[in-house]
């Protein structure tokens, strides 16, 4: 199975094509880059062809499926490309700026009949897996409220590449970047948002935030609440999730739940259920098929939507339909 990177522009890019080159039978054989200087030093780096005109990469029949790591004001026109082009696709998140690149991107990936991933890495933790097993089985009742933070320090220790700062580029700041892990899994937990609250705020003088909250409404009488920043020291990953029977708390990978007046901290080997990576799971579903379960487009186009409401809540400093 050959891969194409399309841009070495995201900081996971590198990590991905390292990901790719160790499955056996993989291998990324093709590069393209919007800025060709870096695209032709990674190519060199990685043993691939460098291809300057997309649409050339695109063409070429060697290439099974392409990785997108480019500026996600790119991903709407390079997704529909290479969806055209009948390369599978695994892509960066979050999918689109819009909702209507992410729905031309749906339509594109549906009439090509193509395979496609996007990456949510967070869905593979066995704490969080575990913790989704005890809520689909009713365990804590019916969910009402749900919580999760997701934080690091690459604005104040000044470790972001600094397009990550760009709005053109990325859409935003710490929302759209790092706050979809808890954007996704909140959803993914206590299922459609139907609107959303927003406050955003800049610590370092940025163009963009770094520190965000975002307060969603949830079908049923949820509620939901994503925390997100770029200013935040030694603060772990933290789910909260609380029900009419009980709640649970993940810090980490530690799991707590707490049931009829008794907490359970599970222990590793208790963590028992499991799900494949996002890179082996693509390479998995383009080789061997299977029905796509996991990762997938609607989860990605809701993200997006999301995303927008989120960002639409910020700027009008009012609640947004999602």
Same mark, same amino acid.
């Given at each position: 199975m050959?891969?194409?990177?399309?841009?070495? !522009?995201?900081?996971?890019?590198?990590?991905? $094509?390292?990901?790719?080159?160790?499955?056996? @039978?993989?291998?990324?054989t093709?590069?393209w880059?919007?800025?060709?200087?870096?695209?032709r030093? !990674?190519? /060199?780096?990685?043993?691939?062809?460098?291809?300057?005109?997309?649409?050339?990469?695109?063409?070429?029949?060697?290439?099974?499926? #392409?990785?997108?790591?480019?500026?996600?004001?790119?991903?709407?026109?390079?997704?529909?490309? $290479?969806?055209?082009?009948? &390369?599978?696709?695994?892509? /960066? &998140?979050?999918?689109?700026?819009?909702?209507?690149?992410?729905?031309?991107?749906?339509?594109?990936v549906a009439?090509?009949?193509?395979?496609f991933?996007?990456?949510?890495?967070?869905?593979t933790?066995?704490? %969080?897996? =575990?913790?989704?097993?005890?809520?689909?089985?009713?365990?804590?009742?019916?969910?009402?409220?749900?919580?999760m933070?997701?934080?690091?320090?690459?604005?104040?220790?000044?470790w972001?590449?600094?397009?990550?700062y760009s709005?053109?580029?990325c859409?935003?700041?710490?929302?759209?970047? %790092?706050?979809?892990h808890?954007m996704? %899994?909140?959803? !993914?937990?206590?299922?459609?948002?139907?609107?959303? *609250?927003?406050?955003?705020?800049?610590?370092?003088?940025?163009?963009?935030?770094?520190?965000?909250?975002?307060?969603l409404?949830?079908? @049923?009488?949820?509620?939901?609440? *994503?925390?997100?920043?770029?200013?935040? %020291?030694?603060d772990?990953?933290?789910?909260e999730? *609380?029900?009419?029977?009980?709640w649970l708390r993940? #810090?980490?990978g530690?799991?707590?739940?707490?049931?009829d007046?008794?907490? =359970?901290?599970?222990?590793?080997?208790?963590?028992?259920?499991?799900?494949? $990576?996002?890179?082996?799971?693509?390479?998995?579903?383009?080789?061997n098929?299977?029905?796509?379960?996991?990762?997938?487009m609607?989860?990605?186009?809701?993200?997006?939507?999301i995303?927008v409401?989120?960002?639409?809540?910020?700027?009008?400093?009012? &609640?947004?339909?999602?």
């Open positions: 050959n891969i194409a990177m399309l841009s070495g !522009w995201h900081v996971h890019a590198e990590g991905y $094509a390292k990901e790719f080159n160790s499955i056996p @039978g993989v291998k990324v093709a590069v880059d919007e800025l060709p200087e870096r695209g030093a !990674w190519a /060199e780096k990685l043993g691939a062809t460098f291809y300057e005109d997309v649409d050339a990469l695109l063409a070429d029949p060697s290439i099974d499926a #392409v990785a997108c790591c480019a500026p996600t004001n790119l991903h709407g026109d390079l997704l529909c490309r $290479a969806a055209n082009a009948g &390369k599978h696709i695994f892509t /960066e &998140k979050v999918l689109a700026l819009t909702c209507e690149e992410a729905y031309a991107i749906r339509d594109a009439a090509a009949g193509v395979r991933v996007i990456s949510f890495p967070h869905q933790n066995r704490a %969080l897996l =575990k913790a989704k097993q005890l809520c689909e089985q009713g365990a804590l009742g019916t969910l009402t409220y749900g919580r933070r997701n934080v690091h320090s690459g604005s104040i220790r000044d972001l590449p600094p397009h990550f709005r053109e580029q859409g935003g700041g710490a929302m759209i970047d %790092l706050g979809a808890p996704y %899994l909140l959803a !993914w937990f206590l299922g459609k948002p139907c609107a959303v *609250s927003s406050a955003f705020t800049n610590v370092t003088d940025r163009p963009v935030e770094d520190n965000a909250v975002s307060l409404e949830f079908e @049923g009488g949820a509620i939901g609440v *994503s925390e997100t920043g770029f200013v935040s %020291l030694c772990p990953f933290t789910l999730i *609380s029900g009419t029977a009980g993940v #810090v980490g530690e799991l707590t739940v707490r049931l007046g008794q907490s =359970k901290v599970y222990t590793a080997e208790e963590l028992d259920v499991t799900r494949p $990576a996002p890179i082996p799971y693509f390479v998995d579903l383009v080789t098929g299977g029905d796509g379960a996991f990762y997938g609607d989860e990605a186009v809701r993200l997006t939507e995303m409401a989120a960002y639409g809540a910020a700027q009008s400093r009012k &609640k947004t339909e999602v």
